[in-house]
């Protein structure tokens, strides 16, 4: 069954993880991904590792599933004469360049408008397009320090960054929306636009609760590890043979949590939500104590049973092993034609009453040449 986005041509000019990640995503949903890379060494994340495998990046698999791959020299006039040609047939075109690079390759906005009216255009960059610092190169590390992530993440005191490139997925999930709001604009207006997005406006948009904390209250976040600032009990705890998450975010759960551990939930020092923030290392040394007496398995079933939110903390070989991952289809095979069938993290997304759907593996450097010319000389002729 075709994906809701079938007969979408993308042109997908980025490299690296925000652009890719983004037009993956739209792949996932049926859309037709062209990815242009550059001969001889393609998307920089090709290279990238330790670890590969026959020398292919795992990083690079990551994310460029469900896509075609062709080489073209954009600096070279045949080159720019085939993007125009992409631009004329395509949909949407997504480039994570540094401001000014696409302008000076000869395509800026309105030359990629003249060409196809109805283009729509995501342009992600590091820290936006305009502004003082608008044309800086940003990297998702950078990014997290400079745009705060860093400062509310890690142990007390020790800034520490996201285990994920998480301003570069933040950034390529913003791009999805703006992509997929332009697209159905497109359908009253008849015209494409131009949806902007940085790694920096992705994460500053993510701040939800720490960046209200000093945009009204006056308050500075700072890094609590695993606690929440806010919420208490609500983090990692030890029980006697290893660590549990559990979260008890209301009163309902409160109530139901507290005689697990031995605790009186009408306690003065406990009674509410601000009450155990107060007393948070207190309230944490009591827990612990009434978790040292069983194991991990026999407190999540306990936790389980009465209702509380609770979880083991899972290395990533064991979430793809686990039976729950993969019956959500987050867990795919493909066949990729030098590693052979190999698995990969599947799309997030499932649609009601569509079947499963064959993926294709990330292509390899410029594997569909030939295939997207044909096509190409198809639609001119």
Not at 48 to 59: A, I, L, M, Q, R
Not at 62 to 84: F, P, V
Not at 212 to 229: F, I, L
Not at 299 to 325: C, F, K, N
Request: charge should be negative.
């Amino acid at each position: 069954m075709p994906g809701p986005l079938e007969g979408v041509v993308v042109i997908d000019l980025s490299r690296v993880v925000a652009g890719p990640q983004a037009t993956m995503a739209l792949a996932d949903l049926g859309a037709r991904v062209i990815k242009v890379e550059q001969p001889g060494t393609g998307d920089e994340t090709r290279g990238w590792g330790p670890p590969f495998v026959d020398e292919v990046s795992t990083y690079y698999l990551s994310c460029n599933r469900n896509k075609e791959s062709i080489t073209l020299d954009l600096k070279s006039d045949e080159g720019r004469a085939t993007l125009e040609r992409l631009v004329r047939h395509g949909d949407v075109l997504v480039e994570n360049f540094r401001t000014g690079v696409l302008d000076r390759l000869g395509f800026p906005v309105e030359r990629l408008h003249e060409v196809n009216p109805r283009l729509v255009v995501l342009s992600i960059t590091g820290f936006g397009h305009d502004g003082p610092e608008g044309g800086r190169p940003g990297y998702d590390a950078i990014v997290q320090g400079e745009a705060g992530i860093m400062s509310v993440t890690g142990p007390p005191g020790t800034p520490s960054k996201v285990g994920l490139s998480i301003a570069d997925i933040l950034a390529a999930g913003n791009g999805v929306a703006g992509v997929l709001a332009a697209l159905y604009e497109r359908t009253r207006t008849g015209k494409g636009t131009v949806v902007r997005t940085s790694l920096l406006a992705s994460v500053v948009g993510a701040h939800m609760f720490q960046g209200t904390r000093w945009t009204v209250a006056k308050d500075v976040p700072e890094s609590v590890g695993n606690d929440h600032p806010s919420i208490a009990p609500y983090g990692t705890f030890r029980c006697a043979d290893g660590d549990i998450q559990i979260g008890v975010a209301n009163q309902n759960l409160w109530r139901r949590f507290a005689p697990l551990v031995g605790l009186d939930p009408g306690q003065a020092e406990y009674a509410t939500i601000p009450d155990r923030s107060a007393h948070r290392a207190r309230l944490t040394a009591d827990i612990e104590r009434a978790l040292a007496g069983e194991g991990r398995d026999v407190w999540l079933a306990r936790l389980g049973e009465a209702g509380v939110p609770a979880g083991a903390i899972r290395s990533i070989d064991e979430v793809y092993e686990w039976e729950q991952t993969r019956s959500q289809g987050l867990v795919i095979e493909v066949d990729h034609p030098v590693l052979g069938t190999i698995e990969l993290p599947g799309p997030p997304l499932r649609f009601d009453g569509a079947p499963p759907r064959e993926h294709a593996a990330p292509p390899l450097l410029g594997e569909h040449n030939d295939t997207v010319m044909a096509w190409l000389d198809e639609r001119d002729a």
